[in-house]
Structure formats: C-alpha cells, structure tokens
C-alpha cells in the first residue's frame, strides 16, 4: 500500500480517512491536469487497497462524523453515570462501550473520543466492516466509532491487537458501540482482552436544561418557562427513565411554545404527544406487528407487558382470521415480504418497544409483569385520534377485538375507555358499533360498554347519543344492554349525579320480572346501588334508601331487590346508620321499615339478622348505650314485623354470650305488653 507522507490535519484529512480503505485512488492536482481535468488546490495522492492481499469483499463504508453535528453533540452533552472512568479506560487505544439503544450511546462514544481536543477528527465506521481487515488512517484522524458490530465474538483478541501500534502511533483511538445483554460486558472483556465500558443513560432532567439552555439563552426567561410548567414537570414531563433524545425534545416544544405564551406542561405533553403519535402510526401502519403493538399498548398501557404481548397477537389472529369481515385488516395481516411468525429474523419485544416509542419497566424478580408504557402518558389518547381519522376502516376491527378482552376489571376499564375515546374521536359515530359490542356473548362486554356510555357522556359533541342510547337500553328487551345502562351508573364509571343515576335504575328497576334473563340484571343493580351509597355523602345515601323504600312497598322483583340490598347497605357503615336515625325523622323511619322488610323476606333474613347481632356486639361493649340502635328497635318493635318477631325470639333463646340479649328481653316485654290489632276488614 502507498500513501503520501504529506498530510496535516484539516477539513480534507475527514475525506481522506473516509475514503483509506476504499479501493480507489484519489488524486488532487493543483493547477495540473488530471484525466484531462483541471483542478486547483494543494496536492496529495491516495491509493488503497486491501490490505495483506486478502481477496476484496467490496468497500468498506465509513465517513466523517460531520462538523456541525459534532459541534452539536458536544455542546448539548450531558455526561452520564462514569464518563470520567470510562475516558481513562478509553486511552488503552481500543475500548467497547455497552449499553441499551436509544440512550445516548453513540453520543456518549462521540464524546468520549473527542473529549480534550478543540477540533477533533472522527470517523464514524459501520459495523458491517470487517475489522480484522481493517485498518487506521496514519494520521490526522484522533478517533473512531464503530456502530453496532453483528457479530462481536466475531472478533479475536489478536484482530485487535494487530490494530493496537497504528492506532498507537496516530494518535487515535477506536470505540465499538453494542447492544447490552446479560452478562455481555464480562464475557467480551474476557474474549477481546479490552476494557469493555458500560453506558448508563444521563439524567433526563440534566439533559433538558441543557436543551433548554442552547433554545432559549436568557436566564430569566428559562426561570420564567419552568415555573409556568408547574409541579408536574418532573412526574410526567420528564420521568426518570425518559431517554435524552426525548428530553431534548420536550426542552424544544417548551421553547417553542414558550415564544408565544406561558406554557403549561399539560399544553406540553399535548403538543408533544401529538408529534409522536403522528409519527409512530406513520411508522407502523406498513407493520402489521408494530401496528398492532402501537393499539395494544394505546389500550394497556401502564400494564403487564404480557397483556400487551398477548392483547397484540389476538389482534393480529383477528385481522388474519376475519379476511372478508374487514377490509381495512389488510394492514394488519402477515403479507409476503413481511416479517411472519417464525421467521428466522424475529424482532425482540425490546426492538418492538424502541420503535412504538416505549419503555418497559424493570422490577426486581418479575419478567412477563414489568408494566410496559409509553414514555408521555399522553401519547396513546393521541395515537386513537391519529387512527380515528386517518384509519376509519380499522375502526369495526378494533371493537371486535375489544369486546374480547379478559374479565380483569382493570382491562375492562381500559377497553371500555378505548372504545369511548373513539367515539369522542369520531363525534359520536362509532357509537353505531356499542349495541353490537354489548350483545356480544362474553362475561365483560356489557361493562365495556357501559365504560364507553358513561365516559362518552362527559364529551359535549357525544354527550345527547350517549344519553339517547342510555334511555333506550334501560327500556330495552334485551338482559345485556339494560345489565350495560346499570354499569355506567356506577360513580366511577361516569358522570352522573346520585339524581341522575338513580333515576336510570328506576327506570331498569321497573323492567324487571321473574324471567331468567333478569336475574343478572338484579344482580348488577344491587351491586351499583351499594357503590353509590359507599361512596355517597350523607345526601345521597338518603336519597338511595329512600328509593328502596318505595320499591320495599311496591311487591314483585323490586320489593325483593330493596330486601336483598339494604342489609350490606347498613352493615357497611353501623356508625353513619345510627347517626342518621337520631338526626333525621324521615331516614329513621326509612331504615325501619328497610330492616323489617329484609327481615321479612325468608332469602334476606339471615343477613339482616346479622347485620343486627354485629350491631348489638358494639353496644354492648360501649360504655354508654347506642341511641341509633335503640331507636331502629324501639321502631320496629312499634311496627310489630313478623320478621323482627322472629330475631327477637331468636336472640332470647340464643347462648347468655349471645349479643343484644338483654336489650331483646326488654322489647319482648313491651310487645307482649301490647294486644293484638283487632282485624276490622
């Protein structure tokens, strides 16, 4: 191999070192002719060839690490974790840095080598290149990077070592950039004989100021932009895990948004989240796995990566099995030329992770459960708005497949929210999919549907077609969607008042007979009534037993669900119970007549007998006597219910242990005291 001896460092040494282990010759003439050229300038000339007459395996691809992003990078750096370690252990000559993708590795790699020289040379060498054939410029290159080898063990410890004295004698230095695994760092070091250097990501936090700094340079005008931001800035901005390249791009869209006005982190994460939805969808719409990975994650996340995992293949099986059903599926099914299950080159779900923008969470002693999320918690509400107006067709899919979700309550709740963010998307028109959904023959589809209703209902442009179908389901013949209007009564479910709720379950309430089908329905309505008195202020709980009062005197079904509610009501809550009945002349008269009853009804009474013994256990280890108790007694005894007859004999004739007897004796007095009411019918 012949080079020219006469070379200094400057602009032309980049092109030199790029083109060194290229098979060609370069030529720079000045004012001479050259092929009949003419060029102008100093003179050098260049011949490379293959090096120890090794056959050619085509060229080897390397360049110059660009002046303006060098400049960038360096100015923009934040040290991560161990940068001081690592430049000691870099001036070995030949170092691997390990760590994992899209944390800053390569801007860590370029730092390090330009690290102590105002204008440092670096070349930037794919991985591709065969370093055993390999070889350094002689001189005016100070270091380079190589991205990303294939096969690392590829390499020997003697490959290396034969590149030691000429990188030595020029002055430079070579990094080897991986991809962390376990254990990888020991074993290599073991292998190569080279100090193997392990990357830590920087502090998002540090990494934004630094950002923030170079887009907006007036102190006080920063000071300014991070107080409008809020106490949130660094819960959901910036979380620890958020890798720099994401801080970076938070401290621009502060910038940006703060040339304007004030921004507050939420009109941040807005902004922020609608880029990177718009890019990811873009990204995986010709990838039917990370498509259906982006959904999947848009509906989980937060949860176990298993869920999503799982939730992704049963949307990809869907598209595949249901060819004719849904046109707009073609995207989302296996097509030559694309990556299939089983391919030989499968990507890892670490891969799948970088590419829709997310990050799994890694917990001590779990795998298939670290929750798998999106780095701004905002960006899956944005990816449904991308979908709903770009993707329409894929719309009937997606509640296909959501209405098969797991009777989990939480992947309930997030499906039900999916479907009703795409109704708010779609302004209500994907509403016309909600009755199909709810009739689906699946545990948890009618509360899906219910989620949908009741979050719709807090949306202005949806509010009157969730209101519409609510009003008709209520009415409707069918158990599923009646079972679906008692669900999205719930208090965490929407946004009704007490009012307004218990006025939807009157209206299923009235609907109700001995058929089969409505059993299920009696079921979710006792269950909703007793979330709403739990969690009700003492005006609603008013409001709820007083309409069991009127469904106690009114026979048939309803008469059976106020017996069979109010005892787990009352037995909740013994204190607010008694209070009430001391405070409130018309409640006590209510849990009266709510106690005989259940305890009339053969089905209820043991719970309500209970309910009474948990009562009296209390009071008699009080110390003073409980007004509310003696007065809901005292009350039923005036009301003489066979059933409250029955628990006072009962309590009589039970153990000297058992609670309340004395307080029974007494009352038992006063009815026997009493004579019968004549019968003047």
Not at 24 to 29: D, K, Q, S, T
Not at 640 to 655: Q, T
Request: aromatic residues 6%; proline residues 6%; negative net charge.
């Amino acid at each position: 191999m012949v080079r020219s001896k006469v070379l200094q460092a400057g602009d032309l040494n980049a092109l030199v070192a790029a083109l060194a282990s290229e098979q060609r010759m370069v030529v720079v003439a000045p004012n001479g002719t050259v092929n009949t050229g003419l060029v102008t300038g100093d003179q050098r000339q260049v011949v490379a060839t293959s090096t120890s007459g090794g056959s050619a395996t085509g060229p080897m691809r390397q360049g110059p690490v660009r002046a303006k992003d060098l400049k960038s990078a360096r100015r923009r750096f934040v040290p991560p974790p161990g940068f001081e370690n690592a430049l000691t252990a870099l001036d070995s000559g030949i170092s691997v840095l390990v760590g994992e993708p899209g944390t800053g590795r390569e801007t860590h790699g370029v730092n390090l080598l330009a690290h102590g020289r105002e204008e440092p040379v670096l070349v930037q060498v794919d991985g591709a290149v065969d370093l055993s054939r390999w070889e350094p410029w002689p001189q005016g290159v100070h270091g380079y990077l190589v991205m990303e080898p294939p096969d690392p063990f590829a390499l020997r410890a003697w490959d290396l070592s034969r590149l030691e004295a000429p990188l030595a004698k020029a002055g430079a230095r070579l990094l080897i950039v991986l991809a962390d695994a376990s254990g990888l760092a020991t074993t290599l070091e073991d292998h190569l004989g080279t100090p193997v250097l392990r990357h830590l990501p920087p502090d998002p936090r540090k990494v934004f100021t630094a950002h923030l700094a170079e887009f907006c340079p007036d102190k006080d005008m920063r000071a300014q932009l991070l107080r409008s931001l809020g106490p949130r800035l660094f819960d959901e901005l910036l979380r620890a895990e958020l890798p720099p390249r994401y801080a970076a791009q938070a401290a621009g869209a502060v910038a940006r948004l703060g040339a304007s006005a004030a921004p507050s982190c939420a009109t941040v994460l807005h902004a922020l989240a609608h880029a990177e939805s718009m890019e990811l969808v873009a990204r995986a719409q010709e990838d039917p796995e990370l498509l259906a990975h982006l959904v999947s994650l848009s509906v989980y996340d937060g949860l176990d990566r298993g869920v999503v995992v799982e939730q992704a293949a049963e949307l990809l099986a869907l598209a595949n099995a249901g060819r004719e059903q849904w046109p707009g599926a073609q995207r989302l099914r296996n097509q030559g030329g694309r990556q299939q299950v089983g391919a030989a080159r499968q990507r890892t779900l670490p891969e799948i992770l970088r590419a829709i923008g997310a990050h799994r969470g890694q917990q001590p002693g779990r795998d298939a459960t670290d929750p798998v999320s999106f780095f701004w918690p905002t960006v899956g509400d944005a990816v449904w708005e991308v979908l709903c107006r770009d993707h329409t067709d894929l719309l009937p899919l997606f509640h296909t497949w959501l209405a098969g979700t797991g009777s989990e309550p939480v992947h309930v709740a997030r499906a039900g929210k999916a479907i009703a963010a795409m109704a708010v998307a779609t302004g209500g028109r994907t509403l016309r999919f909600l009755r199909h959904l709810a009739l689906v023959p699946w545990p948890s589809a009618a509360e899906m549907a219910a989620w949908c209703l009741g979050a719709t209902a807090r949306d202005p442009a949806t509010a009157a077609k969730a209101e519409d179908l609510l009003e008709q389901w209520s009415v409707a013949p069918e158990a599923a969607l009646r079972k679906a209007v008692a669900y999205a009564c719930r208090s965490d479910h929407g946004h009704f008042t007490s009012g307004q709720a218990l006025r939807l379950l009157h209206q299923l309430v009235e609907t109700l007979t001995d058929d089969a089908g409505d059993v299920s329905v009696v079921a979710v309505v006792a269950e909703v009534l007793m979330e709403r008195f739990m969690v009700g202020d003492s005006r609603a709980r008013g409001a709820v037993l007083a309409r069991m009062w009127g469904w106690a005197g009114s026979g048939g079904v309803p008469s059976v669900l106020a017996a069979r509610a109010f005892p787990a009501m009352a037995g909740t809550d013994l204190s607010w119970c008694g209070s009430q009945i001391v405070a409130d002349a018309e409640t006590a008269a209510c849990m009266v007549h709510l106690t005989g009853h259940a305890l009339n009804e053969a089905t209820t009474y043991a719970f309500m007998r209970e309910v009474l013994l948990t009562w009296c256990c209390g009071a008699d280890d009080a110390a003073q006597p409980d007004p509310g108790l003696e007065e809901l007694l005292k009350g039923l005894t005036q009301a003489r219910e066979p059933g409250f007859l029955r628990w006072l004999l009962a309590v009589e004739r039970g153990p000297d242990s058992m609670p309340g007897k004395v307080l029974a004796e007494r009352l038992l007095t006063v009815w026997r005291s009493k004579p019968l009411a004549s019968n003047t019918d």
